[in-house]
């Protein structure tokens, strides 16, 4: 194997030369004004080290990788009673698209597109207050990270909130199929949350742990959801995790991963390592772009793509 940090190193280097970077989410106000210019990469390992290049240490908005989040903690409390309510295939189609809604029922493809993630947030939300929710997911996340100072960005949230006209007409969609038991508001509410807590590259990996190790966190020693369930949120992160260029991404990096708006991916290489990093500028499809190409180069120069062996 490659010395890794000093093909982080390189990576880092190489992508900061970069011209085209991507184009920033501006469709969110305060995403909007993130400098397409920040790069950070951070590794850790199953004997937990921790390796970070860049700008591994800055927050910024993890925005859908909080899908995988509220996803495991669904499944912790529904079981597997939340596939009737959601599918498990790829979507096809841009993440907040609403065309399969109709034609399949208000059932959603999978739990990363949007809609898929607000019916997540109306599992979550059950019988609790909104904020209890919204503080139930940031106590994971803050658990599997081992780090208590992980917080929301109520500012983004708000700008959600205010801007996001599209989820409210897949809330609404779904609800008018009779899968959304809660009010839209309250559910969009607990969605745009947990769409704006905030995170380094560093606490990100530190919180993907788990996704490596069978669903174990290395940081309490609890099991945090079974190692069979753990294997079918890694599957569905390699099926569904980048939307429709989800098989494009399995085709250049070949590891399980979830990407969000913010410039942000969280791939694991199972047994091996949890890996984030944060480029704010997205392609065509709403995925860090200079991520996906840094990814591409871990992945190669690692050997650890889950399709490598002979």
Partial sequence: ?????????????????????????????????????????????????????????????????????????????????????????????????????????????????????????????????????????????????????????????????????????????????????NDVDRVLGVYSHCCSITMSCRQLALAGRYLMLGGRNPETGRQVLSAHRTRRINALMMTCGHYDNSGEFAFRVGLPGKSGVGGGILVVAPGVASIAVWAPGLNAQGNSLLGSLALERLAAGAGWSVFEGG
Avoid at 42 to 59: F, K, R, S, Y
Avoid at 109 to 135: K, T, Y
């Fill in 1 to 181: 194997m490659t010395a890794l940090q000093p093909l982080i190193d390189s990576i880092v280097s190489d992508m900061r030369k970069m011209e085209d970077k991507g184009r920033v989410a501006d469709y969110i106000p305060p995403l909007a004004q993130v400098s397409p210019d920040k790069f950070g990469l951070a590794v850790v390992l199953a004997d937990g080290q921790v390796l970070t290049g860049g700008d591994a240490e800055e927050p910024f908005s993890i925005q859908s990788i909080s899908k995988v989040f509220t996803l495991t903690l669904a499944l912790g409390t529904a079981g597997d009673q939340l596939w009737r309510r959601v599918s498990k295939e790829p979507s096809g189609s841009p993440f907040n698209s609403i065309v399969q809604l109709e034609n399949e029922q208000g059932v959603p493809r999978n739990p990363f597109i949007n809609a898929g993630a607000i019916v997540v947030s109306d599992m979550i939300l059950a019988r609790h207050e909104p904020r209890e929710a919204i503080g139930q997911v940031l106590r994971l996340v803050r658990d599997l990270a081992g780090d208590d100072t992980i917080a929301i960005d109520e500012h983004v949230a708000r700008a959600e909130l205010e801007t996001g006209f599209r989820n409210q007409a897949l809330a609404n969609y779904t609800k008018a199929f009779g899968n959304l038991h």
